[in-house]
């Protein structure tokens, strides 16, 4: 008898094999009824990302529950659009009289492996892109997260097509046997220490991955600025999901004049937002799991760094104060590897040229933050740097935008998502023409026997230079 999840993935490609995904008002019926899912188990949703993560309601609503709806209502409404057949293709004099157009195909049976930070929405905006595409789904949440793993292993069979969609739970032994299945797509959030061995898994069924990872995200701060927006835009975006956010600002780069400016408006900000003592405040999260807390811990205490406001924290209850650091030299601890908590380490930089060439010598982000009331400062870093996403005077909000790509570049991931970026992933473009049997003198010409002539007149017709036949190589 075959393993279990080769039993589910036997039936969901036999399902995609009849055809049953393809037809747009399928499609539209599964995101309605995943609509309904969310709308329908607010609370349930809520009540699981706390026990997990000790999650407010506030940064639970907006950062898993309405990005997810938003996505829905936004592939909804361009379904039907992004299904069309693209016709806006250049042509030739010889391929003048032919019908030329591009189709947007399901791919079959795709793999979506979320993460623990955020346990919701990193699995279903996948899916939502993958049913908008036609497709079938494995979807294996993270084990870490157990109680949003357990009700959407509840939840997705109540409400979308069991012959089309399954969950399937378990630790990192059985997702490595899940990965030793052929799959048309592989979806993957997570680490790069992962990643490397979902490539390798894929490699030998040559199956195309996606990899949201993530990196030390830089926020950099120069030239003439508000200190106080600044701060206000710069925890939130920091400390939001107690830090563990693969987009959140990593460290800051900044001059010491900036910094010194800086640190009394975090005082000032942390207190308004969480109070004299974050610890008591409903609004501060938890890190995720022990584990994680000592990982976080083990960095703090290597660092060389200077602790000017936070640093509490209590092992008990996985607490963490928001921490923030000075001093801090690109060989420290914390700037070996993505931080994922709620320490910002400060670094400082004496020139615009100097924190560019900083941000160069590191691996491409995954976002790019710039703070500065100078549009030519903004637009500098943008033209000299690269990462998977840019902002600029505030973080993490561009990845809330449906109609954004969001992904990495370099180590910090391949491919994207998000709106109609999600649906061209999980989609192959298939490159159509029907010819037509008018025009076969030009035909004729590409016949044996071969002659410099006919050669002459093919190139000729075949060619795109603008003008060369009396028309444009688009049609």
């Known amino acids: 008898m075959k393993p279990f999840p080769s039993e589910v993935i036997d039936r969901l490609r036999a399902t995609f094999r009849s055809g049953v995904t393809f037809p747009e008002q399928f499609r539209m019926t599964q995101l309605q009824n995943l609509l309904s899912l969310v709308e329908e188990n607010e609370q349930l949703i809520q009540d699981a990302l706390h026990k997990d993560l000790h999650k407010p309601k506030f940064e639970s609503v907006l950062s898993e529950i309405q990005i997810t709806l938003n996505d829905l209502y936004f592939a909804m409404e361009n379904l039907r659009t992004w299904m069309q057949p693209e016709y806006n293709i250049g042509k030739n004099l010889a391929t003048r009289m032919d019908d030329c157009f591009i189709r947007r195909e399901p791919l079959g049976v795709v793999l979506i492996i979320g993460a623990w930070n955020y346990p919701l929405h990193l699995i279903l905006l996948p899916l ?90 830089p926020c950099f701060i120069y030239g003439h600025i508000d200190i106080h927006k600044a701060a206000k835009r710069l925890c939130w975006s920091k400390f939001f999901n107690t830090g563990q956010s693969c987009v959140a600002p990593d460290y800051v780069l900044c001059t010491a004049q900036t910094r010194d400016a800086l640190l009394p408006a975090l005082r000032e900000t ?110 500098t870093v943008l033209n000299n740097t690269s990462s998977g996403g840019f902002c600029g005077n505030d973080g993490i909000v561009h990845m809330a935008l449906p109609g954004l790509p969001f992904g990495g570049v370099g180590a910090s991931g391949m491919g994207s998502y998000h709106g109609r970026w999600g649906f061209e992933t999980f989609s192959h473009r298939r490159g159509c023409m029907n010819r037509s049997w008018l025009l076969e003198r030009v035909n004729v010409l590409r016949y044996p026997p071969y002659s410099d002539y006919n050669l002459g007149w093919l190139r000729w017709a075949t060619t795109f230079k603008k003008n060369s036949w009396g028309g444009c190589s688009v049609m």
């Open 270 to 379: 942390l207190r308004t937002f969480y109070g004299p003592d974050p610890g008591a405040s409903l609004d501060m999260g938890r890190i995720v799991t022990p584990r994680h807390w000592r990982r976080l811990m083990d960095m703090l205490e290597k660092s060389k760094g200077k602790v000017v406001i936070g640093g509490e924290s209590r092992e008990e209850d996985r607490y963490i104060a928001p921490t923030v650091l000075v001093d801090v030299q690109e060989s420290d601890a914390l700037m070996q590897e993505e931080i994922f908590g709620p320490i910002l380490p400060i670094l400082t930089i004496e020139s615009l040229e100097e924190g560019i060439d900083y941000i160069n010598r590191q691996e491409k982000p995954l976002a790019l933050y710039v703070f500065s009331d100078e549009t030519s400062v903004v637009t």
């Open 128 to 217: 939502v892109a993958a049913i908008a595409a036609g497709n079938c789904a494995i979807l294996k949440p993270s084990e870490i997260c157990q109680a949003t793993e357990q009700l959407l292993a509840e939840l997705i069979p109540k409400y979308l097509s069991q012959d089309c969609y399954a969950v399937l739970c378990g630790g990192a032994e059985d997702t490595k046997s899940l990965l030793k299945n052929k799959f048309d797509h592989i979806f993957y959030t997570g680490s790069q220490v992962v990643a490397r061995s979902i490539l390798l898994a894929a490699a030998p069924h040559l199956t195309p991955v996606t990899l949201e990872l993530g990196g030390k995200s």
